[in-house]
């Protein structure tokens, strides 16, 4: 007795349907005789009787799906007979089918999420029956996840950073929705971590008594960079005028949505335009006047100075300016100025009139040529145009400027006009 | 063609028997691996070479293990010809470490280098332009050994086969050209393939010595590869010769065989090389089944062997890709 | 002799004369490679020392020669082929891809194919597009295979004598532009192993990782970009399978940028495996940009000098894309 199998026709065959049977039981083959016809994933094959006899025992019917390697029949010898326990029987094809069914129904659960689903689900920890699924039979797809994510849950908008930057992020454990960008379009670079690094070391040092060698961030080795240079590169010159301030204070009490800060550089600004060699960019050989004033407000934070710079300050009015400054000094201590507010100032402006400084003097930031540095207000007996002493309100500035570009006398009249403006906002209505 | 053998005088009769013997291991080691294929022990594809026996052992019976072979995708039975080891050849077949390639190659990349035996190969034609590479190496290193490089009647139709034959003419290379004519390349008949009479005219085409030959004869094969090695070994280049034959088993396990009729297999199978070789030897019923069952005896136990063996360590997978 | 200078194709003359000398096994094979010299003059007057049963004149017959390497290779001889072209080298492709490169480890770690393959590729000879390939990558593509491209007359000698002793086989692609290059070329017999990467100049602003000819491409945009303040770090791979990437992986690391330049068209070119193994290593946690490549056009070699000098990177636009990437464009 030779057992018939189903042979495997092909490379990746798995099973193959019984399309027709050739012959019947009981029917003599030859070696090689085509017996059944089945059908594979290709084509259509004969199943070949491996020896010569009596076909016997058919196992499987036309229609049924059959795995490569089964026994499909039996050939027998002349005078053979088929053991019992061979021949098909009912009870058998039933448990085949039941075994089908099974299959099919197979675990409800596992059923209902495709596996990246299921993968989301728990890596989110999201009960699956709030979801309602969007594929076959309610199968809760990938998609379905995701919308579900984004009406529970506050998503988070997507941050531009380098993969650099966003390495320094985990190590510093910094959240980098806190952190303004300088790369392009606003990406976050390494380097702009680097700077908010600094800003968490200094301020929250840690409690020790031996003096700490704090090394240098990136942000206090440009200033002190900058500054050296500029020192050693810029002949300055100094001009300290007293400033009558009683109109501008007046100014400032009288309109809301205003301040002091604001109107001085507002009245610097328009001063500024009539003294285009003091709003002045010096470029190794070449000097490039500006139409427009972007005025540096040299911001004092814990670990250094920052410059920001306020736009088209001519082109503002007063509330727009004292909001701009607010909006940017706030900004600016929190870390998160823009790209373009860090650099392209034409003239830089310092006020620490708030520690009760009188007079002091700045250092140019190049390619500015000028920086104006403002004391605070004093009450100060000064003798009206009779030489009678009258109080008044008063406040010493000081502008630096490159004497490479801008001459003593040049200086001497922006302050001398200053003045006046300051004494007498109302000029600049003129 | 007759059914009648050539007289060759130079053979022994032991040397005879052991001819028969190969032949009837061939068949059984490709009865076995059909069984294996079917029963889903062996995967991949396979392709087998019943009733091609005769040019197999005809062939290699010529040559020596210091001689070269070059092998088809069809080459189990050059492969036990040459006298490998049917053990590790179907412990490779089964992909186990202990096969030939250590699992990496299979039916279609058997070799055994240290025998010479430079591999059955994937590619219709492709040890053609290797064998060039190896006469020219013989060549240079001045031995007398010769190269014999099997291919199919379907190879002889690609370009390689050209610039090959070509080359070994003008280079006047120790080359024994083997085409097994087996009739069909996969479907494609000779008859539809060609336009001459047989492959062996294209010799003229090189100027190199041709002949057609009974490839069911095994004797007639080993008569004319041993000339052809003569004539290598003394200079006079290489050889084509076309050796008659018949594939009685599909191209593969997947070919319904739509191209040729049942007649048609049924009439080369009445001309079968292994009974044509054992009438010739007039050995008696209980003589032949002795040695037919040595050959079943020794691919039983080359199943066992393979069976037993262990399989390639997934750890190992990089080995053997750079020396 | 110090400061001896060779040109490129003297070089590779002169590594494949010191291995034949040396080394009774190697041998020469290509078409026109005997009294004509090769296309190129690689082989001039090598017949005359050797002979022509060293130095063998083939037919037309590229198969034919990529298996005449193969088998003479694998039965113990040294074979140096030459393809005329990089071009014709896809009449071989089926003797390489699925015989020499395979043949070790489809025969379980036994057979050895210590073969060498020499092509010239690349374009800018106005020989149009099937005399201008950059196929490299596609035998990158093929475990078994080894790729080397050299950049210079020094690197063509050592990589071709190192070419020559290895036991697998080898592509070696040069590039026509470069054979009348110079550089100082000692005249001992040296080796520069294969998968060793070089780094050809030290910058701090951008990794650039060019191959063959780019190499020099490369250099000269280096120094105009040092001009203006910029400073690249070049690296050439000179192996390009089995790669080297551990410098290029720590140079990106350094610089945060990288950008490849190779002439082969980008889709699908070694740019894209290069980018794909650093995204892949430690460098990435510090990009500090997109990495970029810079790469032929996806066309094929244009015949016209305008179009074909467009076609693949030149000095200029290695300048103009490293000063964009440096400057934060992207």
């Known amino acids: 007795m030779k057992e018939v199998i189903l042979p495997k026709f092909g490379f990746t065959l798995e099973e193959s349907t019984i399309v027709e049977w050739l012959v019947s039981e009981g029917d003599s083959v030859e070696e090689g005789d085509p017996i059944v016809e089945v059908s594979t994933d290709k084509t259509n094959m004969e199943v070949e009787a491996p020896v010569s006899g009596i076909v016997a025992g058919i196992q499987f019917g036309q229609g049924d799906v059959v795995p490569v390697t089964q026994i499909i029949a039996y050939i027998l010898a002349p005078g053979e007979r088929l053991p019992e326990q061979l021949k098909p029987t009912s009870a058998k094809a039933q448990t085949q089918s039941q075994g089908a069914s099974n299959q099919v129904t197979g675990n409800p659960l596992e059923q209902s999420m495709t596996p990246v689903a299921a993968r989301m689900v728990a890596e989110k920890g999201v009960s699956p029956s709030a979801i309602s699924g969007s594929g076959q039979r309610g199968k809760i797809v990938k998609s379905d996840v995701v919308a579900f994510l984004a009406e529970t849950t506050s998503v988070n908008p997507k941050v531009r950073a380098t993969p650099a930057a966003r390495r320094l992020a985990r190590e510093m454990g910094i959240d980098l929705a806190t952190i303004v960008g300088s790369g392009a379009n606003g990406r976050i670079q390494a380097t702009d971590l680097e700077m908010n690094q600094h800003r968490q070391v200094v301020r929250d040092p840690e409690p020790t008594d031996k003096p700490q060698a704090i090394p240098l961030s990136n942000m206090r080795r440009a200033i002190a960079n900058n500054l050296q240079s500029s020192w050693q590169q810029a002949p300055h010159i100094m001009f300290s005028a007293e400033m009558e301030m009683t109109a501008v204070l007046a100014f400032v009490a009288e309109y809301d949505g205003v301040n002091l800060t604001a109107v001085l550089t507002k009245i610097v600004a328009w001063t500024l335009t009539k003294h285009p060699a003091v709003n002045a960019h010096l470029i190794e050989n070449d000097i490039f006047l500006h139409d427009d004033v972007h005025i540096g407000m040299a911001v004092a934070l814990d670990e250094g100075l920052i410059v920001p710079v306020l736009r088209s300050v001519n082109q503002m009015g007063i509330q727009a300016l004292t909001q701009a400054i607010k909006d940017i000094a706030s900004r600016a201590r929190e870390g998160r100025l823009r790209a373009n507010e860090m650099g392209g100032a034409t003239f830089s402006i310092s006020n620490l009139g708030m520690y009760g400084i009188d007079h002091f003097t700045a250092i140019i930031n190049p390619p500015e040529v000028g920086i104006l540095a403002i004391g605070g207000v004093r009450r100060e007996f000064r003798p009206n145009d009779d030489g009678t002493p009258v109080l008044k309100s008063v406040a010493t500035m000081t502008l630096s400027v490159d004497h490479r570009v801008v001459d003593g006398a040049v200086a001497a009249q922006f302050m001398a006009d200053l003045r006046k403006v300051i004494a007498h906002p109302a000029r600049m209505l003129l | ?323 | 002799m110090p400061n001896r200078e060779l040109t490129y194709v003297e070089a590779i003359r002169e590594a494949l004369q010191q291995a034949m000398a040396d080394d009774e096994r190697v041998f020469l094979i290509g078409e026109d490679i005997g009294v004509y010299g090769g296309a190129f003059g690689a082989t001039a007057g090598l017949v005359d020392q050797f002979g022509e049963d060293r130095v063998i004149d083939t037919p037309i017959s590229e198969a034919g020669i990529a298996g005449a390497c193969v088998g003479s290779a694998v039965t113990g001889m040294r074979p140096v082929g030459e393809i005329q072209f990089m071009d014709f080298v896809t009449i071989s492709m089926e003797q390489l891809v699925l015989q020499a490169a395979k043949m070790r480890f489809m025969f379980g770690g036994k057979a050895t194919v210590p073969m060498v393959l020499r092509m010239p590729g690349g374009s800018g000879t106005g020989a149009a597009a099937q005399h201008s390939e950059s196929l490299e990558n596609w035998f990158v593509h093929v475990p078994g295979l080894k790729v080397v491209m050299p950049s210079n007359a020094y690197d063509a000698k050592g990589l071709l004598l190192a070419a020559i002793e290895d036991p697998n086989p080898v592509i070696f692609v040069e590039h026509k532009l470069l054979y009348k290059t110079k550089a100082q070329v000692p005249e001992e017999k040296y080796t520069i192993p294969l998968t060793q990467t070089k780094i050809v100049r030290e910058g701090t602003d951008l990794t650039l990782v060019a191959t063959s000819i780019m190499v020099q491409r490369a250099v000269e945009a280096a120094k105009v970009l040092s001009e203006q303040g910029i400073e690249i770090e070049i690296i050439d791979p000179r192996t390009l399978n089995p790669l080297d990437e551990q410098p290029i992986v720590e140079s990106v690391i350094k610089t945060g940028k990288m950008l490849v330049v190779h002439e082969a068209v980008k889709t699908g070119g070694f740019g894209g495996e290069l980018v794909s193994r650093i995204a892949e290593s430690s460098a990435f946690d510090y990009l500090e940009a997109p990495i970029r490549r810079l790469a032929g056009l996806d066309i094929p070699i244009p015949y016209n000098r305008v179009l074909e000098y467009h076609t693949v990177p030149q000095v200029e636009s290695i300048i103009e894309e490293a000063k964009k990437m440096v400057e934060g464009a992207y």
């Open chain 2, 1 to 323: 063609m007759s059914n009648t053998l050539s007289e060759v005088m130079e053979l022994t009769r032991e040397q005879l028997k052991e001819m028969l013997l190969q032949m009837m291991t061939i068949r059984a080691f490709e009865n076995k691996a059909q069984d294996l294929y079917s029963l889903g022990k062996v995967h991949g594809t396979m392709h087998l070479s019943i009733g091609q026996e005769g040019t197999a052992v005809g062939a290699s019976t010529a040559l020596t293990n210091n001689d070269y072979l070059l092998n088809t995708h069809r080459g189990h039975g050059h492969c036990l010809a040459w006298g490998s080891d049917p053990n590790r050849m179907m412990a490779e077949f089964m992909g186990k470490e202990t096969g030939y390639c250590r699992g990496r190659g299979g039916s279609m990349h058997i070799a055994d280098v240290d025998s010479n035996n430079l591999g059955a190969n994937g590619i219709v034609a492709g040890g053609l332009p290797i064998s060039v590479g190896v006469g020219l190496s013989i060549k240079m290193r001045q031995t007398d050994q010769v190269v014999m490089a099997v291919f199919g009647d379907g190879a002889a139709n690609e370009g390689a086969f050209h610039e090959s034959l070509n080359m070994a003419s003008i280079w006047n290379l120790p080359i024994v050209y083997l085409c097994e004519n087996n009739q069909y390349a996969m479907s494609m008949s000779v008859k539809r393939a060609f336009n001459i009479e047989c492959i062996s005219l294209r010799a003229q085409a090189y100027n190199i010595a041709g002949q057609t030959v009974d490839g069911n004869d095994v004797l007639s094969v080993y008569e004319a590869v041993r000339k052809a090695k003569a004539r290598a070994q003394a200079g006079e280049g290489p050889t084509l010769i076309e050796c008659l034959t018949y594939r009685w088993k599909g191209h593969s396990k997947s070919d319904r065989q739509l191209y040729r009729t049942r007649d048609e297999v049924k009439d080369w199978q009445k001309r079968d090389p292994i009974v044509r070789f054992a009438n010739y030897l007039q050995l008696s019923e209980e003589a032949i089944a002795e040695v037919q069952k040595e050959a079943d005896r020794l691919i039983e136990t080359a199943v066992s062997f393979a069976e037993s063996s262990p399989e390639p360590s997934v750890d190992t997978i990089m080995e053997g890709v750079y020396a």
